[in-house]
């Protein structure tokens, strides 16, 4: 309980501490989608030609496409044409050769949000590209990667750079037409990240890429991918945060990984996107594919999540095991407070042989909010002696929330061996009273025992990323107290 | 009417939507009460607007109602039936006590049912009987439990209810003697459709045994499509059992809704065998506290049967207990699903719900799906679930084989023990042996070994 | 040294309606040790929780002081800061946290109460290290979660291993000699006994004379349907032990008559 204080003190001070705005001269497009949008985006960008055509081939496929209904979530039509598909700063316009001609205020935002971008104040050993709306502004411990032949930079800068790279692997995991989000990315994206670990590299520090909504009435559309190669690794961390508005905005990423032959991904996410006020006004609707294939024999991709953010959070990432002995993983945490809605998951898809995954899911529902995990374990006819844990746990505070689960499982080899569990609990009276009775304040003992809960995941977060998330659940439930 | 006829033939071209004239539903009202010939009007209504199920509908994702929609069914004449008193022995439970009254076709055959005279306080009616007598209990209660959402074979059984049982058990009976339903479907002549429709209401503090068995010679194609509303009153006993030993080329959609008050319990034991497409939703609505629900369920699917088991445990109440245990034993190229959701509601506190399915998988080519959910908006419950596919344990197998058994024995100790676990649930032991042997009969391995 | 630590004044209570303490005075001075036994159901437990500050009983009348303080008043974790300690008869199992870390977080919040600087790691690796001896708790035991998959009496144990970690100034011991072996309540008994100075006082709740063998009690209470019938010295267990709580009730039932 190292955060006891600084966890009390956040209550007092209360809700969202991320809420702030960026005064700053904006290039925007205006509101509105149609092909002349698209070709704007990609001409600001100084795409080359068969980018802009992949964007606009996207784009025919988005229109024949229906948004989905079928998850546990409930939120007015989206006007796509209300929204902005660009914005970036001004500053941004000639593209700051170093981290010196970044402009002060986008600098004294990251550090007003804990990511300081010069290199000798950042957090030992983390490397980070800072996404501000639709540009990246800044990508930390370049040069140093670049030496051990690691690409850590901007998808933007990586289309220009190392268009065979991206060439060969973009939409390679998540194809344009997968989903009616990942469509409409695939037509608007305008920034993330991009990582490329040569083989046999261990990628000697943690990557890290920060997500800053600011402008008003924009989407942000970011792509991301990461690509190790044989017997390299690399770990790659996310957070994300939004001004405090009254309306809505969206959010909808793409995140592709492929790990080849003995290749390690470990992806953590800290997703703190604005959630919206106590009675559901505003926040983010964060709408996101993310997938990984595991390409590679003996390859390994792990996704973590803590997710207290948004006002909709509708998120899948998921594992394609596609290389023999390959492995899976997701851990996550999602916590629903006041009006949120989650419907968060993950998919294993079976296809080698003793491929194995394990799924670790804690849900907590406060407030009025609705939690859903919705996960598929699919074991196809080739993965022999296929190998799957579940684990899902919910727990509820207070009795006006909803916490579901709607697993999916389908073997269809004998070999395979599938095992799901959950539970469903609150928060004992009997827990409260005996963590009171030693001294802990209400507050305390809500976030002792949520932690608690959480354990199996949390540990398998980065360090940096663990203290983060410790005081962001108790941030996140405050107020839930019956 | 006919523009809706037309704007279903655009959507859907299956025979029953097509085909089935509407001139049968008013034929039949004739003889009807009005609120029966209203309800079915209503359903017919219904059926036509929805349409047969897609696959984009959540609960039909998972089977495929092809085979349903290009068949060309026909409606069962009246009458005449073709089945000897030798063949119902021969397909009957061995049951020496039970009341057993048989049905051809869907439609009720008394030369051939054992309707012996029941104890004061139960009255064993065919639904065309009940409609002649003074009894107010089917129009009190029939339809009014069962949720046609999302289940257009609801909607249709009703707009064709034409035979079944009406079971009545007054305040504070028991009723020993089990009631027994043998449906047989004969479809020599070309694919047929029934409707069975039963009714069965437990008075506060009675007590009585069910068993609905459905059997049809193999090869031939019909499609059973069976609703059964149940009434648990308070402080009551229902003990219900499905059999389902259609043909291997018959369809079987059966639905069975239980209405619990309180301190009310209900034991559903459904054996799953035959049939080539088989549907099985079951369905309790806890509306009162301190109620037990449980649901047991054993479906084996053979050549390329698809089984499909849909629960939907609504607990409206608090302090209640319901208990999900459904096991699947898959073997050749046999499909089996299993989707269950507990709904817990706002105000239903102190649920303690049980939620478990396992599947054995024994062939190659063989597949499951599960689906055990939850969708819990009360704090204090505890609601766990879990499912386990696989093949047998290979640990436990090589145990017995270190200890002298062979392979093929070995195995079918395993699958047994496995199914067993179901039948052990169940307390009518005539349908426990009758299973028993069907089992030996029908399970992987048995055959090469005498357990 | 006559310093009432705590003073329970006609203190009537219930749950639901349903009364349960009927009108209690007691007093214990610091440096007491006071047991209080009675048969199930007389309201023993009833008055521990009370004690601890559950809220599910009603107060209907009366009042407790607590170093001359209204103890009601207070929440169940200021009394735990003020130095109320309750070893409970069912110890609740707290899945993924970590008896260090439950310790940590109650031992910094009781100083933090009282303006002292919180403890790190290794000067609270070091107090538990000390009191764990005392106790003869197995080395893993800190690693595990709260409670969970410890043995009957491995969780006895543990709760008189928090009270000497978390120093309190008085404590409850709520039936903590049930389900214990001798050996076991020879351990808990003694790491009561260390703990007993002139500063501190105790209320030990027991359906058993048997604990008072070892943890000797400077005044013995019967407690029969929410009333203290009897008080005396440590006597008057034998004489109870002996004669059983039938005794009691007769002795009542003459009185009444």
């Known amino acids: 309980m190292t955060s006891t204080a600084t966890t009390i003190e956040e209550y007092q001070r209360g809700g969202y501490k991320y809420g702030f705005v960026t005064d700053i001269e904006m290039d925007s497009l205006p509101p509105g989608l149609n092909e002349d949008v698209i070709r704007a985006i990609s001409a600001k960008k100084n795409e080359p030609q068969w980018m802009t055509d992949w964007r606009l081939e996207a784009y025919q496929r988005w229109l024949k496409m229906d948004e989905p209904d079928w998850a546990f979530i409930d939120y007015p039509p989206i006007d796509f044409n209300s929204i902005s598909y660009y914005a970036a700063p001004k500053s941004m316009d000639d593209g700051p050769k170093s981290l010196d001609e970044v402009d002060p205020k986008l600098r004294e935002t990251y550090n007003k949000l804990g990511i300081p971008l010069e290199e000798q104040m950042m957090l030992a050993g983390v490397a980070v590209d800072a996404v501000f709306d639709s540009v990246s502004v800044a990508t930390t411990f370049k040069e140093k990667l670049g030496e051990m032949g690691i690409v850590f930079c901007s998808i933007t800068e990586a289309i220009q750079e190392h268009p065979e790279l991206v060439k060969k692997y973009l939409g390679s995991v998540v194809p344009q037409n997968d989903n009616y989000y990942a469509a409409l990315n695939s037509a608007v994206f305008t920034d993330g990240s991009f990582v490329f670990v040569p083989k046999g590299v261990k990628c000697p520090m943690d990557l890290s890429t920060y997500f800053r909504i600011n402008a008003r009435n924009t989407g942000q559309f970011e792509r991301t991918l990461v690509i190790a190669e044989e017997g390299s690794s690399v770990s790659y961390l996310e957070g994300c945060t939004a001004p405090q508005r009254d309306e809505n905005q969206l959010h909808a990423a793409v995140v592709e990984l492929v790990a080849l032959d003995d290749a390690s991904i470990r992806y953590s996410t800290i997703q703190n996107w604005y959630p919206g006020d106590e009675n559901g006004v505003g926040g983010i609707y964060n709408f996101v594919t993310k997938r990984g294939k595991c390409q590679g024999k003996r390859s390994h991709i792990s996704w973590t999540q803590v997710e207290t953010g948004s006002a909709i959070t509708w998120k899948y990432p998921s594992c394609i095991l596609l290389g023999d002995d390959s492995m899976g993983e997701f851990y996550s945490v999602a916590v629903t407070n006041n009006r949120q809605q989650a419907d968060t998951g993950t998919k294993m898809i079976h296809i080698g042989k003793n491929t194995r995954s394990t799924i670790i899911s804690k849900g907590i529902s406060a407030g009025v909010s609705n939690n859903s995990y919705r996960g598929l374990v699919q074991i196809n006819k080739g993965a022999h002696n296929a190998r799957n844990y579940t684990q899902c746990d919910s727990m509820l505070m207070g009795d006006k929330c909803g916490a579901h689960t709607f697993p999916y499982i389908d073997v269809r080899n004998p070999t395979a061996h599938v095992e799901h569990e959950a539970t469903t609990s609150k928060i004992g009276e009997d827990q409260m009273f005996y963590c009171t009775q030693r001294g802990l304040s209400e507050e305390d003992a809500i976030s002792l025992i949520v932690n608690g809960f959480c354990k199996e995941v949390l540990q398998e977060l980065p360090m940096e990323f663990a203290v983060e998330a410790d005081k962001l659940l108790g941030i996140s439930l405050e107020g839930s107290v019956g | 009417?006919?523009?809706?006829?037309?704007?279903?033939?655009?959507?859907?071209?299956?025979?029953?939507?097509?085909?089935?004239?509407?001139?049968?539903?008013?034929?039949?009202?004739?003889?009807?009460?009005?609120?029966?010939?209203?309800?079915?009007?209503?359903?017919?209504?219904?059926?036509?607007?929805?349409?047969?199920?897609?696959?984009?509908?959540?609960?039909?994702?998972?089977?495929?109602?092809?085979?349903?929609?290009?068949?060309?069914?026909?409606?069962?004449?009246?009458?005449?039936?073709?089945?000897s008193e030798a063949e119902v022995v021969g397909h009957s439970l061995p049951f020496v006590d039970a009341v057993r009254l048989v049905f051809v076709n869907g439609r009720y055959a008394a030369e051939l049912s054992d309707a012996r005279a029941m104890p004061s306080g139960v009255t064993v009616q065919t639904i065309r009987e009940a409609l002649k007598s003074e009894s107010t209990i089917l129009e009190t209660h029939l339809t009014k439990y069962v949720n046609a959402d999302d289940d257009p074979f609801v909607s249709l059984n009703t707009a064709l209810l034409d035979d079944g049982v009406v079971v009545h058990i007054e305040k504070n009976i028991t009723c020993d003697t089990p009631i027994y339903l043998l449906c047989i479907t004969t479809a020599a002549d070309g694919p047929i459709i029934t409707h069975p429709r039963n009714l069965i209401i437990a008075e506060d503090g009675a007590q009585a045994t069910i068993v609905e068995d459905y059997v049809g010679t193999d090869g031939e194609v019909y499609l059973t499509n069976a609703v059964t509303e149940l009434v648990v009153g308070e402080d009551a006993h229902l003990h219900h059992y499905l059999l389902e030993r259609e043909s291997d080329a018959a369809f079987n959609v059966s639905t069975l809704t239980a209405y619990h008050k309180t301190s009310s319990t209900l034991s559903s034991h459904t054996v799953l065998l035959g049939g080539a497409l088989v549907r099985n939703n079951v369905n309790p609505i806890i509306d009162g506290e301190h109620c037990h629900s449980l649901l047991n369920g054993l479906y084996i699917g053979r050549g390329k049967q698809h089984i499909d088991n849909l629960m939907r445990v609504e607990h409206r109440k608090p302090n209640c207990e319901s208990r999900q245990f459904y096991k699947g034993i898959l073997t050749d190229e046999s499909r089996g699903v299993f989707a269950g959701r507990i709904i817990v509601s706002r105000d239903a506190q102190k649920i303690d719900a049980v939620q478990s399915n396992q599947s054995l998988l024994l062939s190659e080519a063989a597949r499951a799906n599960s689906m055990p959910q939850l969708e819990i908006y009360a704090d204090d419950v505890k609601c766990t679930h879990g499912a386990t596919i696989g093949e047998l344990d290979e640990e436990a197998l090589f145990y017995l084989e270190s200890r002298g058994l062979a392979e093929p024995q070995a195995k079918a100790m395993l699958v047994h023990a496995f199914a067993g676990e179901s039948l052990e649930r169940m307390n009518l032991p005539v349908v426990q042996e009758a299973l028993l042997q069907m089992l030996t009969q029908r399970l992987p391995f048995t055959s090469a070994a005498n357990v | 040294m006559t310093t009432p630590i705590l003073e329970i004044r006609n203190l009537h209570a219930g749950i639901e309606g349903m009364d349960i303490i009927k009108g209690i005075d007691l007093?214990?001075?610091?440096?007491?040790?006071?047991?209080?036994?009675?048969?199930?159901?007389?309201?023993?437990?009833?008055?521990?929780?009370?004690?601890?500050?559950?809220?599910?009983?009603?107060?209907?009348?009366?009042?407790?002081?607590?170093?001359?303080?209204?103890?009601?008043?207070?929440?169940?974790?200021?009394?735990?800061?003020?130095?109320?300690?309750?070893?409970?008869?069912?110890?609740?199992?707290?899945?993924?946290?970590?008896?260090?870390?439950?310790?940590?977080?109650?031992?910094?919040?009781?100083?933090?109460?009282?303006?002292?600087?919180?403890?790190?790691?290794?000067?609270?690796?070091?107090?538990?290290?000390?009191?764990?001896?005392?106790?003869?708790?197995?080395?893993?035991?800190?690693?595990?979660?709260?409670?969970?998959?410890?043995?009957?009496?491995?969780?006895?144990?543990?709760?008189?291993?928090?009270?000497?970690?978390?120093?309190?100034?008085?404590?409850?011991?709520?039936?903590?000699?049930?389900?214990?072996?001798?050996?076991?309540?020879?351990?808990?008994?003694?790491?009561?006994?260390?703990?007993?100075?002139?500063?501190?006082?105790?209320?030990?709740?027991?359906?058993?004379?048997?604990?008072?063998?070892?943890?000797?009690?400077?005044?013995?209470?019967?407690?029969?349907?929410?009333?203290?019938?009897?008080?005396?010295?440590?006597?008057?267990?034998?004489?109870?032990?002996?004669?059983?709580?039938?005794?009691?009730?007769?002795?009542?039932?003459?009185?009444?008559?």
């Open chain 2, 1 to 83: 009417m006919t523009t809706m006829t037309q704007n279903q033939t655009m959507r859907d071209n299956s025979w029953l939507l097509t085909e089935l004239p509407e001139s049968v539903i008013e034929h039949d009202a004739a003889r009807m009460p009005k609120w029966l010939a209203d309800i079915r009007r209503s359903a017919f209504r219904q059926f036509t607007a929805d349409g047969l199920p897609s696959a984009k509908q959540e609960k039909w994702r998972q089977i495929n109602l092809r085979p349903i929609r290009e068949t060309a069914f026909g409606l069962p004449a009246d009458g005449a039936t073709d089945v």
């Open chain 3, 27 to 257: 007093t214990i001075n610091a440096g007491e040790v006071h047991s209080i036994m009675g048969p199930n159901g007389s309201g023993k437990s009833t008055l521990a929780q009370i004690l601890a500050g559950r809220d599910a009983y009603e107060i209907s009348e009366g009042e407790v002081l607590y170093n001359g303080k209204d103890l009601l008043d207070m929440d169940p974790n200021v009394r735990a800061c003020e130095g109320v300690f309750m070893a409970f008869q069912y110890p609740v199992e707290i899945p993924g946290v970590k008896m260090t870390q439950f310790l940590k977080a109650a031992v910094n919040s009781i100083r933090e109460h009282h303006g002292k600087e919180a403890l790190d790691a290794v000067e609270l690796m070091g107090l538990f290290k000390e009191k764990a001896k005392l106790l003869d708790l197995p080395n893993d035991l800190m690693k595990r979660a709260v409670n969970e998959g410890f043995s009957g009496g491995e969780k006895k144990r543990a709760e008189i291993f928090q009270m000497a970690v978390l120093d309190p100034t008085f404590c409850v011991l709520d039936e903590t000699d049930s389900g214990l072996d001798i050996d076991a309540l020879r351990t808990v008994a003694e790491g009561v006994n260390t703990m007993r100075n002139d500063k501190r006082g105790f209320l030990v709740i027991t359906h058993y004379q048997r604990l008072l063998d070892y943890i000797v009690p400077d005044h013995v209470h019967v407690m029969v349907d929410g009333k203290i019938v009897r008080s005396g010295g440590k006597e008057l267990a034998l004489e109870l032990e002996d004669k059983g709580y039938s005794w009691v009730d007769e002795k009542l039932a003459g009185a009444a008559g």
